[in-house]
């Protein structure tokens, strides 16, 4: 394939010096690819004080969440069929303050964005669907690099490229799952090669992130063949797993103390616990529990307050409508299932985020946002407020969410919406 890289526009509307924040969410499921915020104060009494819309802004159709740094958010949309675009809006007002674009021409199933742009002080990186992999300049407002994934021998995945690229000091990882480059570091500021790691498998739909795990940091890599763990100052490859068959994995692995791994996935996946240990330089994988009939097909597993909580819809079991749908689902952490509320309510395919000790869900298909006490003891939904309509031919509301600063960013096929979640708000207006 030959890489058709041609800046189409660009658009400068705000110049003004961006402000430190005391909380960015730069890439995808925020800092730690958790999804999960450990301390911040929101408002939390929905019943009588919902939180308000800040700002809207039209998108086209989409999976890939917003990124948030310093003050500004981050999303990749598409031109229709003709590019992928960077689109930088104000966190507080939502004005578009600029936007750059590249020919990418062409259609995809589920057309549209897929992946979240990853976001430090100096650039923001970005994996289109078709394989671009672009690194854009803020200062300057244009273009520093691109790559694409076909120079590694890559393969498009049936659904497109949906992983979002991962930073690790000074180099950006991303994972064309090729045959003798199942990952890839280049530098940040040349797009200058420096490793490349061996088959990890293919076609995988999740992104990759940095953990520890047995006392080593470690970049962990779940593709449809195998969980993997490798070195990220090198490239080798420490451990592998391939005993859990997935036909296309998409969530990222939570881990779970200091070296277990949660893995889930749809497709009759199921979820299972994993154990990683090391024995002077070899390490050694073992599998702690199995749970065959419970796996969530998009999203992560969120681990707040000793347990892990998931969304565990997945194509087959939404198929049958209420009769074997699983819904919002919470594990202990040997990875045995505490409780699911069986999609009573139902929150489709949508995202969720963990904010503290609470849960917030997005439903991929009414469009409702629920706010909920992460509770060992069953479901405590505390609040709830219907943030976009509800479509008859679903709304595919799948995009993962992010939060900086007391906003929450959400996603449709055809809005970016900024809520106010901000106790300080109800004294503002007092």
């Known amino acids: ?20 924040f005391a909380e ?32 809207t802004n039209a998108t086209g159709p989409g999976f890939g969440g917003a990124a948030i740094k310093n003050g500004s958010v981050f999303i990749l949309d598409r031109n229709g069929t003709a590019g992928d675009r960077l689109r930088v809006f104000d966190l507080e007002t939502g004005e578009e303050q600029w936007s750059l674009e590249y020919e990418s021409p062409g259609r995809m199933g589920y057309h549209g964005a897929r992946s979240t742009p990853m976001v430090t ?21 244009s273009f520093a690099w691109t790559k694409h994934m076909d120079a590694y021998g890559a393969l498009p995945p049936k659904w497109a490229w949906t992983q979002s690229p991962l930073v690790y ?30 088959d990890i498998g293919r076609e995988g739909y999740g992104s990759p992130r940095i953990v520890t795990l047995a006392g080593k940091e470690q970049i962990l890599l779940y593709t449809s063949t195998l969980v993997s763990g490798t070195d990220p100052e090198t490239g080798e490859v420490l451990w592998t797993y391939n005993n859990i068959p997935v036909k296309r994995a998409i969530p990222t692995p939570a881990v779970v103390g200091d070296d277990r791994l949660f893995i889930t996935a749809g497709y009759d996946s199921g979820s299972a616990m994993i154990q990683i240990q090391k024995n002077g330089n070899a390490y050694t994988v073992k599998e702690v529990s ?32 209420g009769k074997d749908a699983d819904g919002l689902g919470c594990f202990d952490t040997t990875g045995k299932l505490v409780w699911k509320n069986d999609n009573k309510p139902g929150i489709d395919r949508g995202a969720v985020i963990a904010i503290d000790d609470y849960l917030i869900t997005l439903g991929g298909e009414d469009g409702v946002l629920r706010l909920i006490k992460a509770d060992p003891a069953g479901y405590n939904e505390l609040g709830q407020v219907k943030v976009f309509p509800a479509d008859q031919n679903r709304n595919m509301i799948w995009a993962p969410m992010a939060y900086a600063d007391g906003y929450l960013l959400v996603r449709s096929q055809s809005q970016l919406k900024c809520l106010d979640l901000r106790p300080e708000r109800l004294s503002d207006q007092r």
């Open 169 to 198: 000091e000074d180099l950006l990882i991303f994972a064309p799952m090729a045959e003798n480059a199942g990952l890839v570091a280049v530098e940040q500021e040349t797009g200058k090669f420096v490793w490349r790691s061996k």
């Open 121 to 141: 002080d100096k650039h923001a990186f970005t994996i289109g669907p078709f394989g671009h992999i672009t690194a854009f300049d803020l200062e300057k407002r």
């Open 290 to 321: 199995r749970d065959k009939l419970h796996g969530g097909q998009i999203h992560s597993a969120l681990p707040v307050g000793g347990h892990l909580y998931v969304n565990l819809n997945t194509n087959e079991n939404l198929r049958l409508r």
């Open 1 to 20: 394939m030959t890489s058709l890289f041609k800046p189409l526009c660009t658009v400068l509307l705000f110049f003004a010096a961006m402000p430190g």
């Open 24 to 55: 960015d969410w730069p890439g995808f499921q925020g800092t730690a690819r958790d999804g999960v915020v450990p301390a911040a104060t929101i408002l939390t009494d929905w019943s009588n004080n919902k939180p308000p819309v800040q700002w």
